[in-house]
T-cell receptor, first 114, second 115 residues
Framework: GENVEQHPSTLSVQEGDSAVIKCTYS??????FPWYKQELGKRPQLIID?????GEKKDQRIAVTLNKTAKHFSLHITETQPEDSAVYFC?????????????FGTGTRLTIIP | DGGITQSPKYLFRKEGQNVTLSCEQN?????MYWYRQDPGQGLRLIYY???????QKGDIAEGYSVSREKKESFPLTVTSAQKNPTAFYLC??????????????FGPGTRLTVT
């Protein structure tokens, strides 16, 4: 099955700086890559996703890039703010089950330092 | 108030007892999922169901069972065969159909402690 690795496990950045979280996946047939944010004590929520026919997608301060050849994708957060502090999870779809079955990375705890 | 709900928020059981976690959604979603969340291990899929009366094992199904008798409900039973049942359990749902978004909507979770 699909295997997703996520790095780093923890990340601290100064407020206003950028943060980058990277994930690699194992199955070259995967075609859907979402990112979820989980604030402390809350449920995970989708913040951005990308499909394999697109190399980059941006939504205000967050962007995701996908390199299918290298089988990795990254989350970029610019101009970080205190409310960006959370745990972020990447995921990749299992091509044998459409895009409904996801394999998640182990998460990155992002801390924004005021 | 639309969404996905889980109950109870906290659950305590003695070792050797089966326990059932509730998950209900009124989003009219066809697909539902159960994940287990442990520190440092992300979200691991236990079971998922794409349609009523059908479900598939995820990556860590051993010691768990589910049913999907109604579209709105997907209860998870943690059996005594699960060796390390203490964890945070998250239920999720997503839409199906040709124009669907693949976004999964999560419930608030149930923290199960077995002693």
């Amino acid at each position: 099955g699909e295997n997703v690795e996520q790095h780093p496990s923890t990340l601290s950045v100064q407020e206003g700086d950028s943060a980058v979280i990277k994930c690699t996946y194992s199955d070259s047939a995967s075609n859907y890559f979402p990112w979820y944010k989980q604030e402390l004590g809350k449920r995970p929520q989708l913040i951005i996703d990308i499909r394999s026919n697109v190399g980059e997608k941006k939504d205000q301060r967050i962007a995701v890039t996908l390199n299918k050849t290298a089988k990795h994708f990254s989350l970029h957060i610019t101009e970080t703010q205190p409310e960006d502090s959370a745990v972020y999870f990447c995921a990749a779809s299992d091509p044998n089950f459409g895009n409904e079955k996801l394999t998640f990375g182990t998460g990155t705890r992002l801390t924004i330092i005021p | 108030d639309g969404g996905i709900t889980q109950s109870p928020k906290y659950l305590f059981r003695k070792e050797g007892q089966n326990v059932t976690l509730s998950c209900e959604q009124n989003l009219n979603h066809d697909a539902m999922y159960w994940y287990r969340q442990d520190p440092g291990q992300g979200l691991r899929l236990i079971y998922y169901s794409q349609i009523v009366n059908d479900f598939q094992k995820g990556d860590i199904a051993e010691g768990y069972s589910v049913s999907r008798e109604k579209k709105e409900s997907f209860p998870l039973t943690v059996t005594s065969a699960q060796k390390n049942p203490t964890a945070f359990y998250l239920c999720a749902s997503s839409a199906s159909g040709l124009e669907r978004s693949y976004e999964q909507y999560f419930g608030p979770g149930t923290r199960l402690t077995v002693t």
